[in-house]
């Protein structure tokens, strides 16, 4: 060889080697792909159910008392019987109450009819503006006595404040009672609630 070409083929015949020992079969082998799923993201509800124990409770309940003392005639309700609002419960004695409703009722027509002639006498100039103006203020007491007398009646009977079911019945006729006496439980089926405990 001419000099100087010497080492340029001692550098071809090096990398003819490596490149030839690189290539061969005792490489690593080449792993295939691993395979993808694509999967679109939409919003959606994520939904999860828990079982738990509850205790139910209506909405409306109430403890029934009545308003006033006296003694129980009757008790028109079964236990665990359906009511509606306003239906009667258990009646008190009422004659008492009743006797007073009559007197006053009495009272209020006699007042009404000296008021009548108070007003005619007073456009003849037979009656003073103070005769006249009493004549109305009894006629006003009258008729407030009236609404009294009305009330004590409609307080002898315990009446449902709202539709739903009664409980047991606590007295019986015959029973002596007060306002803080319970007769029943009342509840209201229309709206429930549930109590239960979840986890966070």
């Not at 009819?113 to 100039?125: N, T």
């Not at 009258?142 to 315990?158: I, M």
Request: glycine share 10%; with cysteine.
């Amino acid at each position: 060889l001419p000099p100087g070409l010497e080492g340029a083929v001692l550098l071809v015949g090096l990398l003819v080697g490596l490149f030839g020992c690189g290539s061969g079969s005792s490489g690593a082998p080449v792993q295939a792909p691993s395979p993808v799923k694509v999967i679109e993201v939409v919003p959606g509800v994520a939904q999860r159910t828990i079982e738990a124990t509850g205790t139910v409770r209506a909405l409306d309940s109430a403890e029934l008392r009545p308003e006033v003392a006296g003694l129980v005639e009757s008790v028109d309700f079964a236990d665990g019987a359906a009511v509606s609002r306003g239906q009667a419960l258990v009646h008190l004695r009422s004659a008492d109450a009743e006797a007073a409703r009559l007197d006053a009722r009495s009272r209020a027509i006699v007042a009404t009819q000296q008021l009548d002639r108070a007003q005619a006498l007073f456009a003849k100039g037979e009656f003073e503006q103070a005769e006249l103006d009493r004549a109305e203020a009894d006629d006003g007491l009258a008729r407030a006595a009236v609404a009294r007398a009305e009330e004590a009646v409609r307080r002898t009977t315990l009446r449902a404040p709202f539709d739903g079911v009664v409980g047991k019945r606590q007295v019986s006729p015959g029973e002596l009672v007060d306002p803080s006496r319970v007769v029943t439980r009342l509840d209201g089926l229309g709206s429930l609630r549930v109590d239960l405990s979840l986890p966070e």
